[in-house]
């Protein structure tokens, strides 16, 4: 988790280990643990929750990847995150045991409802302000999205170490050819 709002952490549930494409939400039993981790109360996803939450997370990323790469919009994909959005109706309830607080309540399932949630914080941050803050992260390999304050260049610092290091070995791998080839070493 990168501290993002819950949409881009969603779209973040694939990811890259070492340059290769990965796999975050691969079994009922890991949606239902990224839902209750972001604070869904989920106590049990199915392969068909799966495939609706791979659904939406396509969409949001196609969306992502537009807005970052300049490109026009997927009238599929925003259609979408646009049905996701709209079912099942949700509204909000005043709790107050142990003490005040909201509850998020839905004539839906528990999925249902998270995927709604989700559909809803994407079209906030790519229908709003915030849209202009996200970013794709430029490091070698990484596929990840996260909003930037301004400063902020990478997903998370050791997504920047590695970009880091990696110029760093750019230049000093081309310095040392080039040193190599002025001056070769005596036979």
């Known amino acids: 988790m990168l501290g993002e709002p819950v949409a881009i952490e969603f779209a973040n549930t694939t990811f890259a280990v070492r340059g290769r494409p990965a796999e975050g939400l691969e079994t009922p039993e890991m949606l239902t643990q990224w839902l209750w981790d972001n604070g869904f109360e989920v106590r049990e996803a199915t392969r068909r929750d799966v495939d609706a939450a791979r659904t939406l997370r396509a969409a949001i990323r196609d969306i992502a990847a537009a807005i970052t790469g300049g490109h026009e919009w997927d009238a599929d994909a925003v259609a979408t995150v646009n049905a996701y959005a709209?079912?099942?109706p949700r509204w909000h309830e005043l709790a107050f045991d142990p003490e005040p607080h909201v509850v998020q309540r839905s004539s839906g399932n528990p999925v249902e409802t998270a995927l709604g949630v989700i559909a809803d914080n994407a079209v906030e941050?790519?229908?709003g302000p915030l849209r202009?803050?996200?970013r794709a992260c430029p490091g070698p390999g990484c596929v990840l999205y996260f909003l930037t304050d301004g400063r902020r260049e990478w997903c998370s610092k050791p997504c920047g170490n590695r970009a880091r290091a990696a110029r760093h070995y750019a230049r000093t791998a081309g310095t040392a050819r080039t040193s190599r080839t002025q001056h070769?070493?005596?036979s």
């Open 125 to 127: 941050i790519f229908g």
């Open 132 to 134: 202009d803050r996200l």
């Open 86 to 88: 709209a079912s099942p």
């Open 184 to 186: 070769p070493r005596p």
